[in-house]
C-alpha cells in the first residue's frame, strides 16, 4: 500500500496568515493527490484534486502544489472558517490510502 | 443538490455483522463510484471499498473477505456489511460519491459512529 505521511499533526495559525501542510508518498503517485477539510458537525469537504486543482466552490486562498511524493497544501490569509482537519489522499492505486490528518487551529 | 445520509445501529457486538445504510438524493446510484470510508479514534482514515455505476465492488484487501458493499438502485441506497467485527472496528463510517474518471470523494455524508463492544 502507498503510505501517505503527514509530519505536522497540529498547527496553529492567526487570521492573516498563510500556512502550509505537507503530506509525503512512500512513492510516486504523479499528481493522483487529493485535499479534503473536515470541520465538527459537517460532511467532509473535497479541496483540491490533480494535486493543485480546485474543487467548484474552493475558495482561491486554497492551493495545492507538488508532484511524485512531495505534495503541499497552502492557505494564504487564513479565514477563520478554515480551522478544522486536513486529510491528504492518494488516488494512484488502490487501496487508496490517506494520510494521518492535520488539525489547523486558528489562534 | 448531492445528498448523502448514513443509517445504522451505533451499538454492535464482537463477532456480529455491521450493517449501514446510505440513502442519496440528488443524484442516481447508477451513475459514479459509492464508497465506505471509515475514521477511526485517533483519526485515522481508511478506506474500505466502493461499488460502481454497474454494480461492480472493489475492497480494500485489508478488509479481506469479511466486506460486502451492495446496493438497491430502486430506492437509490447502498449498503455496507461488515462480518465478525471486532473492538478494532470501532469508528465513525461514511460514504461518499466518488467520480467516475478519479477516485476523489467530491460528496460525503456526515458520518454515524458505530461501537463494538458487548
Known amino acids: 500500500d502507498v503510505q501517505m505521511t503527514q509530519s505536522l499533526s497540529y498547527l496553529a495559525a492567526s487570521p492573516g496568515e498563510s500556512v502550509s501542510i505537507s503530506c509525503k508518498a512512500s512513492k510516486s503517485i504523479s499528481n493522483y493527490l487529493a485535499w479534503y477539510q473536515q470541520k465538527p458537525g459537517e460532511a467532509y469537504k473535497l479541496l483540491i484534486y490533480?494535486?493543485?486543482t480546485l474543487q467548484s466552490g474552493t475558495p482561491s486562498r486554497f492551493s495545492g502544489s507538488g508532484s511524485g511524493t512531495d505534495f503541499t497544501l497552502t492557505i494564504r490569509s487564513l479565514e477563520p472558517e478554515d480551522f478544522g482537519l486536513y486529510y491528504c489522499q492518494q488516488y494512484y492505486e488502490k487501496p487508496l490510502t490517506f494520510g494521518s490528518g492535520t488539525k489547523l487551529e486558528i489562534k | 443538490e448531492v445528498q448523502l445520509q448514513e443509517s445504522g445501529p451505533g451499538l454492535v457486538k464482537p463477532s456480529q455483522s455491521l450493517s449501514l445504510t446510505c440513502s442519496v438524493t440528488g443524484y442516481s446510484i447508477t451513475s459514479n463510484y459509492w464508497g465506505w470510508i471509515r475514521k477511526f479514534p485517533g483519526n485515522k482514515m481508511e478506506w474500505m471499498g466502493y461499488i460502481s455505476y454497474s454494480g461492480s465492488t472493489s475492497y480494500n484487501p485489508s478488509l479481506k473477505s469479511r466486506i460486502s458493499i451492495t446496493r438497491d438502485t430502486s430506492k437509490n441506497q447502498f449498503f455496507l456489511q461488515l462480518n465478525s467485527v471486532t473492538t478494532e472496528d470501532t469508528a465513525t463510517y461514511y460514504c461518499?460519491?466518488?467520480?467516475?474518471?478519479?477516485?476523489?470523494?467530491?460528496?460525503w455524508g456526515q458520518g454515524v459512529m458505530v461501537t463494538v463492544s458487548s
Open positions: 490533480s494535486g493543485s
Open positions: 461518499a460519491r466518488y467520480r467516475s474518471y478519479a477516485h476523489v470523494a467530491d460528496y
